[in-house]
């Protein structure tokens, strides 16, 4: 059972917690630019909630000996997370790549985790948003649920992890035709 705080407002108010990297692979799967904006995106989903902030978490591979096609991609990225830092209350995460047998992010959900965990308990928001399908968020889910009025998933239906959908008090699937919900970067 949820504990809510019985002095709080009737006007409930939202941190958004963006896993970017699910958002931008969904995004280049469907053939749409992957450079949104993740507040609309939060705004655009939360809709009867006030946006208080957005926390985006992503990482991008500058490891020195990637081929030179991409490194033009992570000279891209980082023009695009420096646009992000310029939102009005919106926060940006970088996590690192490991190169491995495959590229992999590292520290990125579980810096997502920690920061939602601490808005929590912080009781800075009674609702938290976490804008991903991964199946590796259930618990954080689950854990939240215990100390804000309401947890809601943002994720693409066809991506979603059923184990999350599941977990959330609210599930918002995202459309892939998506237009002004994600208000691409110009």
């Known amino acids: 059972m949820p504990i809510i705080n019985p002095g709080s407002s009737p006007q409930h108010r939202a941190y958004a917690f963006v896993?970017?990297?699910?958002?931008?692979?969904?995004?280049r799967r469907i053939a749409k630019s992957e450079q949104f904006d993740p507040h609309a995106l939060a705004r655009?989903?939360?809709?009867?909630?006030e946006?208080?902030?957005?926390y985006y978490y992503d990482a991008v591979d500058?490891?020195?000996?990637?081929?030179?096609e991409q490194r033009g991609q992570s000279d891209i990225l980082n023009d695009y997370f420096a646009w992000l830092r310029r939102l009005?209350?919106?926060?940006?995460?970088?996590?690192?790549?490991?190169?491995?047998?495959?590229?992999?992010?590292?520290?990125?959900?579980v810096q997502l985790a920690v920061d939602a965990m601490k808005?929590?308990?912080?009781?800075?928001?009674?609702?938290?948003?976490i804008f991903s399908g991964d199946a590796d968020f259930v618990p954080l889910v689950m854990a939240l649920r215990e100390i804000?009025?309401?947890?809601?998933?943002?994720?693409?239906?066809?991506s979603a992890s059923a184990a999350l959908v599941d977990a959330a008090d609210r599930i918002v699937f995202l459309d892939p035709?998506?237009?002004g919900a994600f208000n691409f970067r110009p």
């Open 62 to 68: 500058d490891h020195p000996d990637i081929p030179l």
């Open 119 to 129: 808005a929590g308990y912080a009781g800075v928001a009674d609702v938290i948003g």
């Open 88 to 109: 009005p209350d919106t926060h940006v995460q970088l996590g690192s790549v490991r190169r491995a047998r495959r590229r992999e992010q590292k520290g990125v959900d």
């Open 177 to 179: 035709a998506g237009g």
């Open 44 to 49: 655009g989903t939360l809709l009867d909630i």
């Open 51 to 54: 946006l208080l902030r957005v």
């Open 148 to 158: 804000v009025s309401r947890v809601i998933v943002v994720a693409f239906e066809t």
């Open 19 to 27: 896993d970017g990297a699910y958002i931008r692979e969904e995004l």
